[in-house]
């Protein structure tokens, strides 16, 4: 069992909602990441929060917004999304930008 | 661009076998490479961490060696047993900055 914790584990949301992915992490980290996983596509990294702020952001949709409030918390905030949005969401967390990461059990994503 | 394939896509083997899975990477730059298992709907597990002054790690019945020239890595499952059924991703990490690139990954069915 990891010390990273992602709430919900499932989520099915209509195109039109509004919600929000959450991540703990209770390992004293200071950088924290947003990963997207669809099937049939690599893992592919979505931003990057060291010492509460952001250092990466991949060319990601403004219908996905991340906020980092402190150095144990992440979240991913969702608007107006499209079916092909529908992924794996994993957070992961390292002590330091470049050490290794350790990823959460991640958010199954469903948009109808 | 960095890009990382992993051949091949799936993999069945019988319990007891030795298993052999690789990695392979366009730009030999790289900070170093991370093997993690995959359970289904699960996040990642870190198996083994290779830098990129080093050739080979071990750990227990694992054995990751990687060929920085030649862009390549090669994961070694020894006595393979059911329990090692998952799907396993290799990552390199550039040289500058924390940007893991991950490649698909191999899923294995070890059968009983």
């Known amino acids: 069992e990891t010390g990273v914790t992602q709430t919900p584990r499932h989520l099915v949301m209509g195109m039109t909602n509004k919600k929000s992915l959450k991540c703990e992490q209770h390992l004293g980290h200071n950088a924290m990441y947003w990963y997207k996983q669809s099937a049939k596509k690599p893992l592919e990294l979505m931003f990057v929060y060291s010492l509460e702020e952001r250092v990466e952001n991949n060319s990601v949709p403004s219908r996905f917004s991340p906020e980092c409030p402190n150095s144990s918390h992440l979240f991913l905030h969702l608007h107006t999304l499209q079916p092909e949005d529908s992924a794996l969401y994993l957070c992961?967390?390292?002590?330091?930008?470049?050490?290794?990461?350790?990823f959460g059990p991640g958010t199954r994503l469903t948009v109808l | 661009k960095q890009e990382v394939t992993q051949i091949p896509a799936a993999l069945s083997v019988p319990e007891g076998e030795n298993l052999v899975l690789n990695c392979s990477f366009t730009?030999?730059?790289?900070?170093?490479l991370q093997w993690f298992r995959q359970d289904p709907g699960k996040g990642l597990t870190s198996l083994l961490l290779i830098q990129s002054s080093q050739r080979e790690q071990t750990s227990g019945r694992l054995n990751a060696s990687l060929d920085k020239s030649s862009g390549r890595s090669t994961l070694y499952i020894a006595a393979s047993q059911p329990g090692d059924s998952a799907t396993y991703l290799c990552?390199?990490?550039?040289?500058?900055?924390?940007?893991?690139?991950f490649g698909g990954g191999t899923r294995v069915l070890v059968k009983p």
């Open positions: 992961a967390s390292s002590q330091d930008y470049e050490d290794t990461q350790y």
């Open positions: 990552a390199v990490r550039k040289a500058a900055g924390n940007k893991l690139t």
């Open positions: 730009d030999s730059a790289i900070y170093n």
